[in-house]
């Protein structure tokens, strides 16, 4: 798919307060640890990931959307009356129903015709969410649509270290498949799509190109569909095989994508990627011939912080000064499923605003081994 009409705006991002690092989360797992002599370390080792960011008990996903929604729009210095479509695309949700969107559309007081829903797709919602406002602007349906998601990863894993401190049939090679769920982190990230006349900034998004591959959808997954603040979901994921068919994927769709951009491998000067941990982004960029120069990561210190995974990484990254007028930039979507979607944008001026940088926390819950 191709746009002439479409650019990326701005973003807008909020950061959890609480910080954990790898070593303790560690310590809240000592006693399966202890059980089958786990040595220290080992998380980190594993999958590069010194901390994660953990919302407090009861945030809502709606609450840090609202967040983050707002400083896009003012980094942007968009028109909300002008907003024509609302995407709420991240994995966690207030309720089954209604829409997530709806108490975000609520709160930031935007116009009563616009087109409001949430997407769910694993990592990928964000990246979706994009797609959908690009086509309708394409079309000229709508002048601007706003793209939101918000992660929370306590829960998650909260349920993942009471259940592996207290299941005693638990072995080494069981545990493997709890781990990714152990690198998840909370973050929240919006960003703002405009047609071209209303841009302030010609970020032009130029194409992408998606692909499905779902002989492997069992390769992670939760329990039943549960939805709201007080979900305490377990996953189970075959991370090795989980790596391995993504960045094949991921190969596919960036022979896919490279072809509707009409670009070579050089043409990249940037790239944004879905931040899993270490050992995945660096063998997903040698398996595009990419180097890892180009990328801006985050995991080291956010996590792997699902569907706003890229989207924040690329909001830090401009934050930081890695993208600079002229650049072709690659956003390279991979998640579970298996899907994958690849934008590129022509960049040109940036705009993103933040929250006050969060602090560390000496400790987030004091039960979790009980």
């Known amino acids: 798919m191709r746009y002439e009409n479409v650019c990326l705006e701005g973003f807008g991002y909020t950061l959890p307060e609480l910080v954990v690092t790898s070593a303790e989360l560690e310590e809240w797992l000592k006693p399966v640890y202890e059980r089958l002599r786990l040595p220290a370390g080992r998380l980190e080792l594993m999958t590069g990931i010194r901390e994660r960011r953990f919302w407090h008990p009861g945030t809502r996903a709606s609450t840090k959307s609202i967040e983050s929604a707002e400083r896009a729009i003012a980094a942007t210095q968009i028109d909300r009356s ?7 695309g991240s994995v966690c949700r207030d309720h ?20 409001i829903f949430d997407v769910s797709n ?8 994009l797609l959908l406002v690009a086509n309708m602007i394409e079309l000229g349906q709508i002048r601007a649509g706003l793209v939101v ?8 894993v909260e349920a993942t270290v009471c259940e592996l401190n207290h299941d005693m049939s638990l072995t080494r ?32 998004v130029l194409g992408a190109a998606v692909r499905a591959n779902t002989d492997f959808h069992r390769l992670c997954h939760s329990g039943e569909d549960e939805a709201g603040h007080n979900m305490q979901p377990l996953m ?20 896919d994508f490279l072809g509707v951009m009409e670009w070579g491998v050089g043409d990249i000067s940037k790239a944004f990627s879905h931040q899993v941990g270490s050992a995945h982004r660096k063998l997903m960029f040698e398996s595009l011939n990419l180097s890892t120069d180009l990328d801006y990561a985050t995991v080291e210190t956010l996590g792997n ?20 007028a002229g650049d072709q930039v690659a956003m390279l979507g991979i998640g579970s499923g298996i899907n994958s979607v690849m934008v590129g944008v022509d960049w040109q001026r940036s705009l993103c605003e933040q929250q006050a940088e969060p602090v560390p926390a000496a400790s987030v819950s004091g039960d979790l081994t009980e």
């Open 82 to 88: 002008l907003i024509g479509a609302l995407v709420h």
């Open 96 to 115: 089954l129903e209604p829409a997530t969107a709806c108490r975000v559309h609520h709160e930031l007081g935007l116009r009563g015709d616009c087109q």
């Open 149 to 156: 998601g918000t992660e929370n990863s306590r829960p998650l």
């Open 122 to 129: 694993a990592c990928l919602g964000l990246l979706n969410g």
């Open 305 to 324: 912080t699902g569907s706003v995974a890229l989207p924040i990484s690329m909001a830090q990254g401009i934050e930081n000064g890695h993208l600079e």
């Open 173 to 204: 090679d069981r545990i493997k498949l709890a781990v990714a769920s152990l690198t998840i982190g909370s973050g929240s990230c919006a960003f703002v799509l405009t047609d071209r006349e209303l841009s302030q900034t010609d970020n032009r």
């Open 236 to 255: 189970s994921t075959d991370s090795e095989q989980l790596m391995q068919e993504g960045i094949a994927t991921g190969v596919d769709t960036f022979r």
